[in-house]
């Protein structure tokens, strides 16, 4: 069964930093792109990053670029999202996303960035 957790989530004070784990089963992790996307209250999912599968190219929501670094280590089945400097608008709930033969959710962690 394919599945993807997500941990690392939690309250943090603006400035701060988090780093967030998925961790993928079930599939051949090394052979996929893998995503972040968020969901703040009220408002529509966005993807946040994106890193192919052997890592080689990453892209970013333009509000993120050189505050979050996406990473991922093939032999942990584990794709990494490090976020520095986090502001309040950061805050939403951050799910791990990938197309494995069909689209594959995690359940989401929640990040909250207030003081």
């Known amino acids: 069964q394919v599945q993807l957790v997500e941990s690392g989530g939690g309250l943090v004070q603006p400035g701060g930093s988090l780093r967030l784990s998925c961790a993928g089963s079930g599939f051949t992790f090394s052979r996929y792109s893998m995503n972040w996307y968020r969901q703040a209250p009220g408002k529509e999912r966005e993807l946040v990053a994106f890193?192919?599968?052997?890592?080689?190219?990453?892209n970013y929501l333009d509000s993120v670029k050189g505050r979050f670094t996406i990473s991922r280590d093939n032999t942990k089945n584990t794709v990494y999202l490090q976020m520095n400097s986090l502001k309040p608008e950061d805050t939403a709930v951050y799910y791990c996303?990938?197309?494995?033969?069909?689209?594959?959710w995690g359940q989401g962690t929640q990040v909250t960035v207030s003081s």
């Open positions: 996303y990938a197309v494995v033969g069909y689209p594959t």
């Open positions: 890193i192919t599968s052997a890592g080689g190219t990453t």
